[in-house]
């Protein structure tokens, strides 16, 4: 079973998230917050695989809870899923940034929601290509002043720099593999190999590390 936490602070939402989650078979509800301070202090106690994150709430909002619980947790014990009604690129640039691994809006299907909490929960990253552009504009905003100084890319090989390439550019492991003549399995493996030396928890921080290291340019091709 996967334990999953909602935190939002509309009870009607919260509630509503919470029936659809249980009615999956292999999904768990084991609590809900009305805050981020309340999420904090759930996810603590409760210790769920996935936090389904709202990002505008009081008391603590979510960008600030989703850092406290990841600076609390051990490395990979919990990923958070963050929904808002607001496709805005601060606040997706801001989720990836305090560590989330995916994104979503609250108008997302059903079925696409709980198919989101899955693949989160098995350590993927949940990052429409329309999520992944409004990442790569908001970087581009930034002052180069104000950008934090990314892993070296130095002790990757030159396949591993391939990858990460095109894992920044939106690519799974199946269309990695494509490109590269390789199995999907392969491809996994090099990503797996790039998390951890470069010392990140998940694809979203893979494709910010990208960026940031000038590895690519702001407005990649669409892979085709």
């Known amino acids: 079973m996967i334990r999953v936490l909602v ?3 509309q009870a009607l939402v919260r509630a ?5 989650i249980e009615s999956a078979d292999d999904l768990d509800v084991v609590g809900l917050a009305a805050d981020g301070a309340e999420a904090v202090e759930l996810t603590r106690r409760t210790r769920p695989d996935v936090v389904l ?3 505008r709430m009081p008391v603590m909002d979510g960008l600030r809870a989703t850092a406290r619980i990841l600076e609390e947790a051990d490395p990979g014990t919990v990923r958070v899923l963050m929904l808002t009604t607001f496709d805005l690129d601060e606040y997706v640039f801001g989720a990836l940034k305090a560590g989330a691994s995916g994104f979503l809006l609250k108008d997302t299907p059903p079925a696409d929601l709980l198919a989101g909490i899955r693949i989160v929960a098995a350590g993927d990253a949940l990052l429409s ?4 552009r409004h990442l790569i504009e908001e970087f581009v905003r930034r002052p180069a002043s104000t950008r934090p100084v990314p892993p070296s890319l130095d002790g990757l090989t030159e396949r591993e720099v391939q990858v990460l390439t095109l894992v920044a550019r939106g690519l799974s492991n199946s269309e990695i593999g494509q490109r590269l003549f390789v199995s999907p399995a392969t491809a996994k493996t090099h990503v797996g190999r790039l998390l951890m030396k470069l010392g990140v928890r998940d694809r979203a921080q893979l494709i910010i590390v990208a960026y940031e290291s000038g590895l690519i340019s702001a407005h990649p091709p669409e892979p085709g």
């Open 53 to 55: 994150m709202d990002i």
């Open 7 to 9: 935190a939002d602070d």
């Open 129 to 132: 290509p329309s999520v992944t």
């Open 16 to 20: 509503g998230f919470g029936v659809l």
